[in-house]
């Protein structure tokens, strides 16, 4: 089994709103990761966590705050975004954070700012 | 220059046909190579990875790696309609905790 679940695929949010994306794996790997896509671009990384702690901040926002309660699960909160930050959010895994084994994608998170 | 170049295309070929995609990259750091294929508004599907250099097949698919050109190709045999898709070439360097980094993707188009 190589999935990685996303929910919920579909978000609605008001600039005010505060909100979380989920992620799911059971793959036992170690290694969760946070991108986001715009429209007919490639995804661009976020965060990367390994072994539950934040390896990784490509100098994102602090209206999206990443957090892994266990080497399961993986959220991004969000609070006060903006227009532009309406994308495709897609959650990733791997078996380490060295990235010198696969990395599987779950379906996505499309999110709509309003 | 970017790190990673790719044709955005649209390639499009008629069914049947034999698909080469190809990425060039700049820095030789990159060690490992994968090829996602992702249909429209859906997460990336891993297709192929590798290691360093070389070739690997699976099924219809075979990814190639040149690390003395920085090239890697992506080619699918006997193509078919549903293989439409935007094919996205991403590598890392391994080493310490890294994401990925992807090509542009091609979009690719294959007329029944």
């Known amino acids: 089994d190589t999935e990685v679940t996303q929910t919920p695929k579909h978000l609605v949010m008001g600039m005010t709103n505060k909100k979380s994306l989920k992620c799911e794996q059971h793959m036992g790997h170690r290694a969760m990761y946070w991108y986001k896509q715009k429209a007919k671009k490639p995804p661009e990384l976020m965060f990367v966590?390994?072994?539950?702690?934040?390896?990784i901040n490509e100098s994102v926002p602090s209206r999206f705050s990443p957090e892994c309660p266990n080497s399961s699960l993986l959220n991004l909160h969000l609070h006060a975004l903006q227009p532009e930050d309406s994308a495709l959010y897609l959650c990733?895994?791997?078996?380490?954070?060295?990235?010198?084994?696969?990395?599987?994608f779950g379906q996505g998170t499309r999110l709509t700012v309003v | 220059q970017k790190e990673v170049e790719q044709d955005p295309g649209p390639l499009s070929v008629p069914e049947g046909a034999i698909v080469s995609l190809n990425c060039t990259y700049s820095n030789s750091a990159f060690q490992y190579f994968m090829w996602y294929r992702q249909y429209s508004r859906k997460g990336p599907e891993l297709l192929m990875y590798t290691y360093s250099s070389g070739n690997k097949e699976d099924g219809r698919f075979t990814a190639q790696v040149d690390k003395s050109s920085k090239y890697i190709s992506l080619f699918i045999r006997d193509s078919q309609p549903s293989d439409s898709a935007t094919y996205l070439c991403a590598m890392s360097k391994g080493g310490g905790a890294d994401g990925l980094t992807f090509g542009k993707g091609t979009h690719l188009i294959i007329q029944p």
């Open positions: 966590y390994s072994y539950e702690k934040l390896s």
């Open positions: 990733a895994s791997s078996q380490f954070a060295e990235m010198n084994t696969e990395a599987f």
